[in-house]
């Protein structure tokens, strides 16, 4: 017992989980009371037991084990957290409850499954059960059974998924055990109790006993439906009806048996899916075409075999689809045809919706064939063809029905119409619109009068079906022509038709409810014209008593209706009429001669017809009266005008019929044109549109017009209808029926025709837009251009309201069906008034042969011969033959040329079918967006422009229905799914109505929310509201059950997220909308173009809202929602600006839809927002120290951070403004912070108390992603931090921390803009806090795994460092020196430049201490800093000792400036920014002079950070200045040029021939076609003139860089780019190539051409003859032929030294490089050979040393061994040959040019060399006779060898002495001379680096004295021993080595000095050469050039205005090369100094 009294003690959760199983039970029976007590299903005691109710029912003792299954039910039922743990507790019970032979446990076991089936967690219990099934122990499986069915009796087929309990139930019959297949077969009668026959088929394949006894058993159940007798805890509103129904005892409610009705299931759901393509036989195809019969026979039998699986899995069915297609349409055997249509029909039947695709292939091929007579094949192709209907929509076959109902052969017709009927039996009102239903009536009506009697059955037929699917109402309007007798039948038919799924004809009373609303005419009178009877009148206000009398002729006059119709009559009939109303005196006198007396009888006329009363009023007896002779032949006017007037009177108050309007038409068209009477004719004309409608009237006065010859009638005619359509409305009009006379108008010689015609079309092109230009565009251009013109003007006006006719309730025109038709149809009505071609009898099989052929360029001819088709027809028919199949085929091209042209065709087909494009979207369409996954961004985009402009001419419907977009959006391609998504938001918020298959795609729109890709997670939140709006937040939540917990936790969080931001849906056009007529195209048009910004997540989400979308007015409620929302945000951000508020700036502010804010709100509005608490700051302050409260520090916000903000700040602003801040919607936060601008300096002291919760605030927006709202924040904390310097106010550490880290954080942002605002606050930072305090947040912010922060914080350090010196860096200058330098060796760019140019700025500030203070560093690092130092030390100007600086934006040092660039940026933006700066800098220098500073050259006090990144190129840059360069050039005279005076225009830009040409140069690269164009154009000018070409010089290396970085651009850029035109491009190409030919057919520029540039430009030529896609430009081949002459002359003009060396480096590049294409290496290699070849006439001009040094390098990256392991041997071979060629040229002298190779001996090139000598020697007998010393040294190797180490130790021993220093440099240059190849290298290697520069140098400056040079060299040059060498970097200039003339070389070198520094320095990277004692081979890349190139340009810039600032003076002190030497000098002893 003491036991027992331990535990006894313990807490019930304690006992629940002891090891001694009494305790347990103990435990669990207290528990079990526990739960039943408490009553809060939230209370926190749950939770102790949540991971412990697994244990309670997998207890090991059977007795505890009960108790605890009673307590586990009791804490399910009750405990609110119990969901979470059901997987594991009903796994628990299902293997260790359910094999438990106690009764009782298993009961408990299945209740508690059962319940948490009701606590909503039906799926999880189901898969735990169904896995049970599997369980080897059959106990197991007999409950779990027997658990599914009692859930499935209880809970009923809507909770329970049946699909998955079926798959598995077959397999339980087939169960050894007994007990296992009774349960199986109890458990399947229960299933048939809820879906009956889908049953059947799952279970076709068992035991036939047993399906006999399960027959049985099925025949015994009741018929009635069975109920839901146990209900889940969200559908308490059922269980409390169902319990109402229980108590009342009756069982007959209808809602309960609809809904059941509604539940049932499909059988085809619960089947598995078979594949059975690849089941097909091997031969099929084969034997599908073989010549026997018997064959065919057996290929369709397989395949019947195959097809009899009732469900089939989707795959490309095409090519057995069309197999066949040819079987039925072709085969003579027609047991065969038979056959294949039953085949038809299963695959039909078997895809379902997915055979949609191929319905428009085999519907006219089976439609054909109903010719034939065989009842068995007749009845086969109905089975066929009704079974595809049910895959496809009638819309989409309806244009292959309708092209057959007029054939020849009755069969077909009658066939086509009984397949109509059966299609109508499917249909409902909603699926069978007007717009599809007319057409089809309009062929029955032909068909009902067939001399074939079976042919007029099926139409009635058809007609009676339509009639019972719609009503009749909706019919009648087509049947207006029909005869009562055959009225009658088609009702007859109607009354027997049962339709599909309706139980009598209840459906359709129901649906015809509401027809009332909707007058529509009834057949009162059969005669008139039908068609024009519908759009010609519509309703006032209906009297329901009489329908026949409903619609008005005249909308003031409502109750009457219906439009008049009457025969004509005689005219004596006329005659006794008119006498029966009009006086006598009147009747007699309207034929009198005498005028007077006529116009007498007109007034007497006019009279009667006022007095007379409408009904009595016979209208055409009045005018033909008033047509009786003279009629319209009066020659008195006012006889005449009283007569028109008349006519208007009659028409306006009588029931005026057409039969009246004919009558009197033809003499008011004649009268138009008249002077007096024309304006009465046009009233007469307007009151007869009024009564007969506008639409048949106008059709019939232009007609009438257009016959007469007169032209002022012509034009007035015209002139009055352009008004009409204003005053009536453009509803109803037949463009089609007057658009002829419109042409013959335009083209009419009189000018006031054409005037009137052009004024009409731009009347109609209000109402039509875009599509009415179609009709013209093959008028002639000038007349096109007036047209356009016309169009123009009238672009953005919207169309007038229409004020006349019966059109003012045309809304209702066509009722409530007609409404989506109208708003959706607007344009499509329209482009169906085009003429259209049928094109399909030119779709030939060859051609489709063609598209499908194996090489790509036969595929390209056929896809090239469509495009002909598609371009010579224009506007396209919908039969397009097997096109669709072929063009399907190539959108997954393998070459993307012709996937991309695939494309094109598809638009050109889009705007040429016009909306009948309908029926080709599930065949073409979808496999459009499987394109968007293509990984060519290029590709993407083509096919984005694709599917647009599909859609425009489809409407959305299409695409949303079916499975086809859920599954696109299954595939898991991160390319497709966010363009897929990205369209899908931007589409979705424009419709108001989606199909219900929209609900398919919600589980993989969830599966994209947790995708791999950021980019697709992106988009798929985007599109969350966007669904939402459509499908409704329920489903969408209901739908993530079937979601993993923790996904669909997180799912939930953003749908609640995505609620928040639902868009409203566009509103429904109301009743007034009739004003403005729903076919109003320019409104249609304008709507789409803002559609793209519609989702709210992208409304804000753009920084620089696109011009366009302004510009376009927003049409439609959800455009001007847009709109309004985006004037919102721009009037906040103008109020932030301006700092003021006026009222309705306020007001604007305030119309923000979801507040609804009453007056009371906005008067608590108007107090302070910043409410001053004392000492409440220092007060947080304590509490954090003492850790009171959270300290505020993340990574990202969490809830309790936020929760603690709130509460602080609760104190400090008003709840409103607390409530914007903290709403979820940005759109408030965006307001807040407006408010809290406005507000910031009235009370600033507020702000500053509680500045530290503000900057919290603002640091949890920095985790946004919204950039309006971020750039919003950026905008309240630069006025913020402005506010806080001006009052001096010091941020304290409690501030800073917790933002300045979140600042930084965004500094890495992407967007520049983002970043270019965090610069600036930063720099405002430092004025209120420390710099020593910021730098170590920056220093964090280096260690940021995002490169673009790193580079940024590194520039920001380099800032801080020079504008407030080295004692910012903390914890000391060293530690914060080697931290920077670690970033020196980043893998990225940009972080690396950051860091060498903030290394370089610590050493602009403390000189060479830098290199002590970074540490070591690797010798890559070492080289790339030294090279950053001393290229900066060229540009560094003195460093000023003031302590303020302008501005930190503006940095002084300018090489951080210009290397702070975005790592993404392209090289050209470098350029053209460095330009762009200038030319702004030099027109800022003239207006302040004098502020400029001798420290700080001007134009790098700009922030070049504005240009950043910047791609609107176009937009950008400035317009390029045409110079005149003849005034410039013709004075240069370059000595001079200090003094000459500069041509006064040039001011504004530049002040040098330099710069001007510098300028030009830039603008080559620039990103935008035209600029670059007019920058090549200009300088060809000059090169062109020889006299001009020479200013040039000095300039060719940047012309080269500037011309090969736009070849790289447009290569890279342009060329991709599929909206630039070709034109251009080519255009831009020609310029380049043109430029160059010029510059190299001159050789003296040519020259100057440098290695490195030469290199890139032949890399850039060569790449552009490879590229395939400049073939495809027109006159493509004509410029590759351009370029191989080009590159002929490059190689032939360029200095010889430098291209073969270029050659040698590119060689060995596209060697390494593996990417590169093998014809590259080839390309340069032929070039090689050229070079070799040319090599005897060349030899002299070479620098032998160079090119074999180049040799020697190429050699150690691929020795001899690697070179032939190459697949080609030609590389091998090319060096061969020239090397033996160069042997052979200069003999063994060659070996005396390897002075530039270290350690020759482990050359292989040497020994290779010394073969090649050796054996030429041989060959020639020849033996070297010379006796020189080399020569010598040669031969007696060995000897020399061994003395030279003594000779040389004893020179290095003097050089090393202090005496005899002088003496050992001399010995040392002249033992070098003797022995040029001696090796200095191993006792040079122990030495010191500064010994070793000492050595160096002294041999140079020996050198130059003994060659009587006396000057200091502007770089390092290597000596040179031949004795005619050539100094590298001259351009090649011969100079002799005894010395010329001193004088002429001072000049000479005076003269590089002065060029160098007016920019026309010629600089070649060969001068930068290393040192002698590190000979590495060194290759200039492009990018070191460019910097090179660039960094020249800005001392030439530099050196010039610093003349400027000071006086000029004639002759300068020092130049920058000594300069140069110094700091070489000084970086040299300081690294002795380190060693």
């Not at 965090?1318 to 260690?1343: E, H, N, Q, W």
């Not at 004692?1367 to 860091?1395: F, M, S, Y």
């Amino acid at each position: 017992m003491a036991d027992d009294s331990e535990w006894m003690k313990l807490p019930i959760d304690q006992k629940c989980e002891h090891k001694i199983w009494k305790a347990r039970l103990n435990g669990y029976e207290e528990a079990l009371k526990l739960f039943q007590r408490i009553e809060d299903e939230k209370s926190p005691e749950w939770g102790k037991y949540l991971g412990l109710v697994k244990r309670f029912v997998t207890d090991s003792n059977a007795v505890a084990q009960l108790k605890g299954l009673e307590a586990a039910l009791a804490f399910i039922e009750n405990a609110h957290v119990a969901g979470k743990t059901t997987g594991e507790v009903v796994s628990g019970v299902v293997c260790k409850v359910f094999n438990q032979p106690k009764a009782r446990a298993k009961e408990l076991g299945s209740d508690i499954c059962l319940m948490y089936i009701e606590i909503e967690k039906a799926e999880v219990v189901q898969d735990e059960l169904i896995k049970g099934l599997d369980n080897k122990n059959p106990k197991i499986v007999v409950t779990c059974l027997e658990t599914l069915r009692k859930a499935l009796c209880e809970f009923g087929s809507k909770i329970i998924t049946l699909k998955p309990v079926v798959k598995v139930l077959p397999k339980q019959f087939e169960s050894r055990e007994k007990a296992v297949r009774d349960e199986a077969k109890s458990l399947a009668v229960e299933i048939y109790r809820w879906i009956r026959d889908a049953l059947r088929a799952p279970l076709q394949n068992i035991n036939s006993v047993q399906l006999k006894d399960l027959e049985e058993e099925w025949v015994k159940l009741p018929t009635t439906a069975p109920k839901q007798t146990r209900f889940l805890r969200s559908q308490q509103d059922l269980k409390a009806k169902f319990e109402q129904h229980q108590a009342a005892g009756g069982d007959d409610a209808d809602g309960d048996n609809e809904e059941t009705e509604v539940a049932q299931v499909d059988p085809y759901e619960l089947l598995e899916a078979v594949e059975i393509l690849s089941k097909l036989p091997k031969d099929f195809y084969e034997k599908i075409e073989a010549k026997k019969w018997q064959e065919r026979k057996e290929a369709l039998e397989a395949v019947e075999t195959l097809t009899k699986n009732p469900k089939l899995e989707n795959g490309d069915y095409g090519d057995l689809v069309r197999a066949l297609k040819k079987v039925i349409g072709k085969d003579a055997n027609v047991m065969l045809v038979a056959m294949a249509a039953k085949i038809l029909a299963a695959l039909a039947a078997g895809l379902r919706k997915k055979f949609g695709t191929y319905a428009g292939l085999v519907v006219p091929t089976i439609l054909e064939k109903f010719k034939e007579k065989k009842p068995q094949v007749v009845q086969a192709l109905q089975e066929a063809i009704d079974a595809v209907f049910l895959t496809t929509t009638l819309q989409n076959i309806s244009e292959d029905v309708l092209s057959v109902m007029d054939n020849k052969n009755p069969s077909i017709k009658q066939q086509a119409s009984l397949f109509l009927a059966r299609s109508f039996c499917r249909c409902t009102p909603s699926t069978l619109p007007k717009s599809v239903l007319k057409p089809f009536c309009a062929a029955f009506l032909k068909q009902v009068n067939d001399s074939a009697p079976e042919v007029r059955d099926a139409a009635f037929e058809a007609l009676g079906t339509a009639m019972k699917v719609v009503g009749e109402k909706a019919v009648n309007p087509f049947l207006t022509d029909v005869d009562k007798l055959k009225l009658d039948k088609i009702k007859e038919c109607a009354d027997k038709v049962e339709l599909v799924g309706k139980k009598g004809g209840g459906g359709v009373e129901k649906k015809e409810k509401p027809a009332p609303k909707a007058p529509v005419e009834a057949p009162a009178k059969p005669s008139g014209p039908p068609k024009k009877a519908p759009p010609a009148k519509a309703a006032g206000p209906p009297k329901k008593g009489k329908p026949a009398s409903a619609p008005s002729a005249k909308s003031k006059k409502g109750p009457d209706a219906k439009e008049f119709v009457e025969t004509e009559l005689s005219l004596e009939v006329c005659e006794e009429k008119a006498a029966a109303v009009l006086p006598a005196s009147c009747m007699q006198l309207l034929d009198s001669g005498n005028w007077k007396e006529r116009l007498a009888s007109m007034e007497e006329f006019q009279r009667a017809v006022e007095q007379m009363d409408k009904s009595e009023m016979p209208c055409q007896a009045l005018v033909r009266m008033l047509a009786k002779k003279p009629g319209w032949k009066e020659t008195n006017f006012q006889v005449m005008q009283m007569k028109l007037h008349v006519v208007g009177l009659i028409a306006q108050k009588g029931l005026f019929s057409k039969t009246s309007a004919l009558v009197v038409l033809d003499g008011l068209v004649d009268k138009v044109g008249d002077v007096k009477c024309g304006s009465n004719a046009k009233e007469a004309l307007t009151a007869i549109g009024e009564a007969c409608s506008l639409p048949w009237i106008a059709e019939q006065v232009v007609s009438l017009a257009f016959a007469q010859k007169n032209p002022k009638n012509q034009a007035e005619t015209l002139n009055w209808l352009a008004n009409a359509m204003k005053e009536f409305g453009f509803a109803g009009i037949n463009v089609k029926a007057f658009i002829n006379n419109v042409k013959t108008a335009l083209g009419a010689t009189n000018p006031a025709v054409r005037t009137s015609a052009i004024a009409l079309l731009g009347v109609m092109y209000l109402y039509m837009g875009a599509p009415l230009r179609m009709f013209f565009e093959d008028e002639k251009p000038a007349l096109l251009q007036q047209i356009n013109a016309e169009f123009e003007k009238m672009q953005g006006q919207s169309p007038p309201a229409p004020f006349r006719g019966a059109k003012k309730a045309g809304a209702e025109e066509e009722g409530d069906a007609a409404e989506e038709e109208e708003v959706d149809g607007g344009p499509g009505d329209i482009m169906d008034l085009l003429p259209r071609t049928d094109i399909s009898d030119k779709i030939t099989y060859d051609m489709v042969t063609k598209i499908s052929d194996k090489n790509w360029k036969v595929r390209k001819e056929g896809l090239d011969e469509v495009v002909a088709i598609i371009s010579e027809a224009k506007f396209i028919q919908p039969s397009i033959g097997e096109l669709p199949m072929a063009l399907k085929g190539r959108l997954n091209d393998s070459n993307k040329l012709l996937v991309q042209q695939t494309l094109n065709i598809l638009q050109q087909i889009a705007t040429a079918m016009g909306p009948s494009l309908k029926q080709h979207v599930r065949n073409l369409g979808i496999p459009v967006i499987t394109v968007l996954g293509d990984s060519k961004a290029n590709v993407r985009a083509a096919a984005m422009t694709t599917l647009n402009a599909w859609v425009e001419q489809t409407g959305m419907k299409e695409w949303l229905e079916g499975e086809d977009l859920s599954e696109e959006l299954k595939k898991e391609n991160p390319f497709l799914r966010q363009e897929l998504l990205g369209w899908l938001a931007e589409k979705l918020p424009t419709l108001r109505t989606v199909p219900s298959d929209l609900m398919l795609c919600l589980p993989n729109l969830y599966a994209c929310l947790e995708d791999r890709s950021g980019d697709v997670r992106k988009k798929a939140q985007d599109a969350l509201p966007t669904f939402m709006m459509h499908l409704g937040y329920e489903k969408m939540v209901k739908a993530t059950g079937k979601l993993k917990p923790a996904s669909k936790d997180q799912v939930v969080g953003m749908l609640e997220k995505a609620r928040a931001l639902m868009p409203a849906k566009p509103a429904a056009p109301g009743k007034a909308a009739a004003s403005k007529p729903a076919s109003s195209a320019p409104a249609a048009k304008q709507a789409s173009a803002p559609a793209r910004n519609q989702s709210p997540s992208e409304d804000f989400s753009d920084p620089e809202p696109k011009p366009d979308t302004k510009k376009s007015k927003p049409a439609g409620p959800a455009a001007k929602k847009r709109e309004s929302m985006e004037l919102k945000v721009k009037g906040e951000k103008d109020n932030a600006k301006q700092n003021r508020t006026t009222s309705s700036e306020k007001g604007v502010v305030g119309k923000k839809p979801p507040v609804k804010a009453g007056v009371k709100d906005e008067e608590d509005r108007s107090g302070p927002l910043f409410i001053l608490v004392p000492n409440a700051k220092e007060q947080r302050i304590k509490e954090e120290k003492g850790l009171k409260i959270l300290k505020w520090n993340f990574m990202t916000p969490r809830d309790e951070y936020v929760e603690q903000l709130k509460t602080q700040m609760s104190t400090c602003l008003p709840r409103w403004l607390q409530d914007e801040l903290f709403h979820f919607d940005f759109q408030r936060h965006v307001k807040a912070i407006g408010a809290m601008i406005e507000h910031l300096e009235p009370e600033c002291e507020a702000v500053i108390s509680c500045l530290d919760l503000v900057l919290k605030w603002f640091t949890l927006r920095f985790f946004d992603t919204n950039t309006s709202v971020l750039m919003k924040v950026l905008e309240f904390l630069k006025l913020l931090f402005i506010m806080l310097s001006r009052k001096n106010y010091q941020l304290s550490d409690y501030e800073a921390s917790s933002f300045i880290p979140y600042l930084i954080l965004k500094v890495g942002e992407s967007k520049d803009v983002v970043r270019k605002d965090v610069r600036a606050i930063l720099t405002m930072l430092c004025k209120v806090y420390a710099a020593s305090k910021v730098f170590p947040f920056l220093m964090d912010g280096t260690k940021s795994k995002n490169s673009k922060q790193r580079s940024e914080c590194l520039e920001e350090l380099g800032c801080l460092i020079e504008n407030f010196g080295m004692n910012v860096c903390q914890p000391t200058p060293a530690k914060a020196l080697k931290e920077i330098a670690i970033h020196i060796g980043d893998r990225d760019t940009t972080v690396r430049n950051a860091a060498l140019n903030t290394v370089v700025a610590v050493y602009n500030t403390c000189g060479e201490q830098v290199f002590k203070l970074i540490g070591n560093l690797s010798e890559k690092e070492m080289s790339m800093l030294e090279e950053r130092i001393k290229r900066s030390a060229k540009k560094t100007p003195a460093p000023s000792t003031k302590p303020e600086r302008p501005q930190r934006e503006q940095p002084t040092n300018p090489n951080a400036t210009f290397l702070r660039k975005p790592a993404q940026e392209e090289v050209p933006n470098k350029l053209k920014i460095m330009y762009r700066t200038y030319r702004i800098q030099a027109r800022a220098q003239n207006a302040h002079l004098e502020q400029s500073s001798p420290s700080i050259p001007k134009e790098f006090q700009l922030d070049l950070d504005v240009f950043e990144n910047n791609h609107t190129f176009a937009s950008e840059i400035p317009d390029l200045v045409q110079h005149k360069l003849d005034e410039v050039l013709e004075p240069v005279m370059i000595p001079e040029r200090k003094i000459r005076p500069v041509s006064p225009h040039f001011d504004d830009i530049h002040n040098s021939t330099a710069s001007t040409i510098n300028f030009v140069i830039s603008q080559v690269a620039s990103g935008d076609i035209n600029t670059s164009i007019q920058a090549l154009a200009q300088i060809d000018e000059v090169l062109r003139q020889a006299d001009k070409a020479e200013a040039m010089s000095g300039h060719i290396d940047q012309f080269l860089i500037a011309t090969f970085m736009q070849l790289r651009l447009i290569y890279n850029t342009h060329m991709a780019d599929d909206r630039l035109d070709k034109k251009d491009i080519f255009k831009l190409y020609s310029c380049i190539i043109g430029n160059m030919l010029s510059l190299f057919s001159m050789e003296s520029l040519a020259r100057e051409a440098s290695m490195g540039v030469l290199k890139d430009l032949m890399h850039g030529l060569i790449t552009l003859m490879l590229d395939s896609r400049v073939e495809d430009i027109e006159d493509g081949q004509q410029l590759i032929r351009s370029v191989n002459l080009l590159v002929v002359r490059v190689l032939e003009k360029s200095d010889q030294t430098n291209i073969l060396s270029a050659l040698l480096v590119l060689l060995q590049d596209s060697l390494i490089s593996t990417a590169g294409s093998p014809m590259f290496s080839e390309l340069v290699m032929k070039c090689l050979w050229r070079m070799i070849r040319f090599l005897p006439q060349t030899i002299n001009s070479i620098n032998l040393d160079r090119i074999l040094l180049d040799v020697h390098n190429f050699m150690k990256v691929f020795p001899k061994e690697k070179l032939k392991q190459l697949k080609s041997d030609v590389p091998h071979r090319t060096l061969k040959t020239l090397l033996h060629t160069l042997c052979r040229l200069t003999g063994s002298k060659i070996l005396d040019h390897m002075s530039m190779i270290e350690n020759r001996n482990e050359s292989e090139l040497e020994a290779h060399l010394r073969r090649v000598v050796k054996h030429s020697v041989n060959l020639s007998g020849l033996k070297s006779d010379k006796n020189t010393e080399k020569g010598a040294l040669r031969s007696d190797d060995k000897v020399i060898k061994a003395k030279v180490s003594d000779i040389l130790s004893e020179i290095f021993k003097k050089i090393g002495s202090k005496e005899n220093t002088k003496e050992g440099l001399t010995e040392l240059y002249e033992y070098k001379q003797k022995y040029s190849d001696a090796d200095l290298e191993p006792f040079l290697r122990n030495t010191s680096q500064f010994f070793q520069s000492y050595v160096e140098r002294g041999l140079r400056m020996i050198e130059s004295e003994r060659e009587g040079k006396g000057r200091i060299q502007t770089s390092t040059v290597i000596p040179q021993h031949s004795t005619d060498s050539y100094l590298p970097g001259s351009s090649a200039v011969p100079i002799s080595s005894n010395g010329e003339d001193l004088n002429a070389a001072a000049y000479y070198e005076r003269l590089k000095i002065l060029r160098q520094r007016r920019g026309l320095e010629n600089s070649t990277p060969e001068e930068d050469r290393p040192p002698l004692s590190s000979l590495r081979p060194s290759v200039a890349s492009s990018t070191d050039m460019l910097h090179s190139k660039l960094s020249q340009l800005k001392e030439s810039r530099e050196h010039f205005q610093q003349e400027q600032t000071h006086s000029h003076s004639p002759t300068r002190s020092s130049s920058p090369a000594s300069n140069l030497d110094d700091l070489k000098k000084r970086l040299e002893r300081i690294k002795s100094n380190r060693q």
